[in-house]
Nanobody, 123 residues
Framework: QVHLVQSGGGSVQAGGSLRLSCAYN??????MAWFRQAPGQEYEALVI????????HYADSVKDRFTISRDNAANTLYLHMNRLQPEDTAMYYC??????????????????WGQGTQVTVSS
């Protein structure tokens, strides 16, 4: 059983930066990802990092501003967010253990989820 515990987030002004953390208790999953959900909107897949491939895949909406990283010694996944804009305001989630057979953008393909953390960007 994989447990994901998120931390970080908060409020920031436009143009600022934040870092989200996602601590996990074991490493048998094949991939980890970050999603977000803005109020009244669908989940948006942001980035996936495969365990066997160190090259992450980003959504176009964040690829030049957000960076995913992982500290294997600390069992922690990070999302570094720069140049934040009000439209980045959302609840952010980490996810782990991708079930192959569909797109990495589909929430139902992940077996484990963090509890979510709020990011609010003011103009």
């Amino acid at each position: 059983q994989v447990h994901l515990v998120q931390s970080g987030g908060g409020s920031v002004q436009a143009g600022g930066s934040l870092r989200l953390s996602c601590a996990y208790n074991e490493t048998t999953h094949n991939a980890m990802a970050w999603f977000r959900q803005a109020p009244g909107q669908e989940y948006e897949a942001l980035v996936i990092l495969w365990t066997q491939n160190v090259i992450p895949h980003y959504a176009d909406s964040v690829k030049d501003r957000f960076t995913i990283s992982r500290d294997n010694a600390a069992n922690t996944l990070y999302l570094h967010m720069n140049r934040l804009q009000p439209e980045d305001t959302a609840m952010y989630y980490c996810a782990a253990d991708f079930r192959v057979g569909g797109s990495w953008r589909e929430t139902q393909r992940y077996n484990y989820w963090g509890q979510g953390t709020q990011v609010t960007v003011s103009s």
